[in-house]
């Protein structure tokens, strides 16, 4: 009876709906933390979720989408299409992964791969900002320095948390998608260019 009691108390049933927010709030942050700081660790993978995921892939998005809403022959990317390529991407990997002997769960490596966006949204964002200048050679090559350091961060910041999880033997099979997965993000980045 006292175990009950003890396990009642520690659910989230009867916890707040702000305490539940800050909670998962704080976890991001901290898997955040995890991707700017890659190191090997099973931290990542033990405590996944996907809100952190959702968030960069939604801000990305946004981020890329181009001009009015009602204008659908700008030639961007659509909120959906980067939607879609991200998270179709993941699965893919994940897939990938499992199917090589990899000894990770589908929604760890998709926890991964999503927290992993965290350095080209990044990018997008300072791109972004850089694009409020005038065009020129400079501009671009600003631009492409962002995108290759980031872009970089995001391999080495999920090869950290995935590599542990293959057969030795089948790393470069399962490294070799991860960084097609992250160079088209980075093409749709670098790409990117306001009407």
Same mark, same amino acid.
């Given at each position: 009876?006292?175990?009950?009691?003890?396990? /009642?108390?520690?659910?989230?049933?009867?916890?707040?709906?702000?305490?539940?927010?800050?909670?998962?709030?704080?976890?991001?942050?901290?898997?955040?933390?995890?991707?700017?700081?890659?190191?090997?660790?099973?931290?990542?993978?033990?405590?996944?979720?996907?809100?952190?995921?959702?968030?960069?892939?939604?801000?990305?998005?946004?981020?890329?989408?181009?001009?009015?809403?009602?204008?659908?022959?700008?030639?961007?990317?659509?909120?959906?299409?980067?939607?879609?390529?991200?998270?179709?991407?993941?699965?893919?990997?994940?897939?990938?992964?499992?199917?090589?002997?990899?000894?990770?769960?589908?929604?760890?490596?998709?926890?991964?791969?999503?927290?992993?966006?965290?350095?080209?949204?990044?990018?997008?964002?300072?791109?972004?900002?850089?694009?409020?200048?005038?065009?020129?050679?400079?501009? /671009?090559?600003?631009?492409?320095?962002?995108?290759?350091?980031?872009?970089?961060?995001?391999?080495?910041?999920?090869?950290? /948390?995935?590599?542990?999880?293959?057969?030795?033997?089948?790393?470069?099979?399962?490294?070799?998608?991860?960084?097609?997965?992250?160079?088209?993000?980075?093409?749709?980045?670098?790409? /990117?260019?306001?009407?």
């Amino acid at each position: 009876m006292r175990s009950r009691i003890r396990e /009642f108390d520690n659910s989230t049933l009867n916890e707040s709906v702000r305490n539940t927010i800050m909670r998962d709030l704080k976890a991001v942050g901290k898997k955040f933390m995890h991707v700017l700081y890659p190191r090997r660790s099973n931290t990542l993978l033990r405590d996944w979720d996907l809100w952190g995921p959702l968030i960069l892939c939604v801000t990305l998005a946004l981020m890329l989408q181009k001009g009015s809403v009602d204008n659908e022959k700008d030639g961007g990317p659509q909120f959906a299409e980067v939607f879609v390529i991200v998270w179709f991407g993941a699965v893919t990997i994940t897939l990938n992964s499992k199917l090589l002997g990899g000894n990770i769960s589908f929604f760890q490596s998709l926890c991964v791969l999503g927290y992993c966006i965290l350095p080209l949204t990044v990018a997008m964002l300072i791109c972004r900002l850089v694009l409020l200048a005038e065009a020129g050679p400079v501009n /671009f090559m600003v631009r492409l320095f962002v995108v290759i350091v980031m872009f970089a961060w995001s391999v080495v910041a999920s090869t950290a /948390f995935l590599a542990d999880s293959q057969p030795p033997n089948r790393k470069v099979l399962a490294v070799y998608p991860v960084f097609l997965f992250y160079f088209i993000i980075s093409w749709m980045i670098l790409t /990117f260019t306001p009407e």
